[in-house]
């Protein structure tokens, strides 16, 4: 079981997994760099099936802001995954320009080159007299480049971005498969205190079946946001080969309250609803904001994207 796990890791989750990506998306889009206005700082950790040896776990630490009188968003976003006996490591500087389009609207245009360190540690897999397989750690790091748009007005949001944009046929380690992000959402008033906020993201790498994500939130008060998640796969170009096990559909529960005017933490549990369903993921979010003066903080409450 385990190895069917890791196997199944290995093939279908190349790119981290993320639940409260709908809080800060300039993992996934690196135009959404510079959107909040603010210095803004954002940890997140995630431990994807708990309990079991060597699953997927992923830490990141991203910062982002603007200059050039808002007109410029600049960021760093730096990632840790680990899958049994890979890990990778990347780092990446994000760039957006901001672009308003009408009174309401701006349209976004963002890219991020970077590095990314893959790691094999042939000692965790317990295999001895395999050539192929390294006794000890073998790291190999590439450059790659990241893509996107993102158009958005104080209701809605919609962005299409795409990442492992540079690919490398003399990899040793897994290689990446681009991967193509759409997503939309938006906010409507349901009272003076209740705002409701559904959206969706597809992930698509036209080699698998494409997951998608569909999330409704209700914000109360604006402080607190609470909602789900529904994870699924589909198929939308076309036939690909794919288990029922690698499809990872599964529903998150996700709270996110704003604390102070410049702290927020949030929490999301996943629950697989397939053959992982006995297994159980952890995700813990915490961002901050740092503001240039006073008057800024009109601008943090409430933050819908």
Known sequence: ?????????????????????????????????G???????????????????????????????????????????????EIGAQSTFSVYANAAVK???SANAVMSLGMAPGLVQYTMDGSKLGIEGDASIP?????????????????????????LSASDLLQYEDMDQVEPERHFYFTTGYVFDVSPFLKFKPSVLVKEDFNAPAN??????????????LGSSYRTSMELFGETEGEDITKRTAVAL????????????????????????????????????????????????????
């Not at 998608?212 to 946001?225: C, H, K, Q, T």
């Open 35 to 81: 959107s909040k206005n603010v210095l803004n700082l954002n940890a997140f950790h995630r431990s994807q099936w708990t309990g079991v040896e060597g699953a997927p776990n992923t830490q990141t630490l991203a910062v982002d802001g603007v200059v050039a009188n808002d007109r410029l968003g600049l960021g760093l976003n730096m990632t840790r995954d």
């Open 212 to 225: 998608i994500d569909l999330n409704a939130f209700v914000l109360l008060s604006d402080r607190l946001w």
């Open 99 to 101: 672009l308003p389009i």
């Open 1 to 33: 079981m385990l190895a069917l796990l890791l196997t199944t890791a290995a093939s279908a989750q190349q790119n981290p997994q993320y639940s409260q990506y709908i809080f800060n998306s300039m993992s996934i889009n690196p135009a959404y760099t």
């Open 135 to 159: 006794s000890g750690k073998e790291t190999t790091i590439k450059p790659d480049v990241k893509l996107g748009a993102y158009l958005h007005t104080p209701r809605f949001y919609a962005g």
């Open 254 to 305: 996700i709270a996110e309250l704003q604390v102070l005017k410049t702290l927020r933490v949030g929490y999301a549990y996943d629950k697989m609803l397939n053959g992982l369903g006995g297994f159980n993921t952890h995700e813990v979010s915490v961002g901050y904001y740092f503001f240039k003066k006073k008057k800024d903080t009109k601008m943090l409450t409430p933050q819908y994207f």
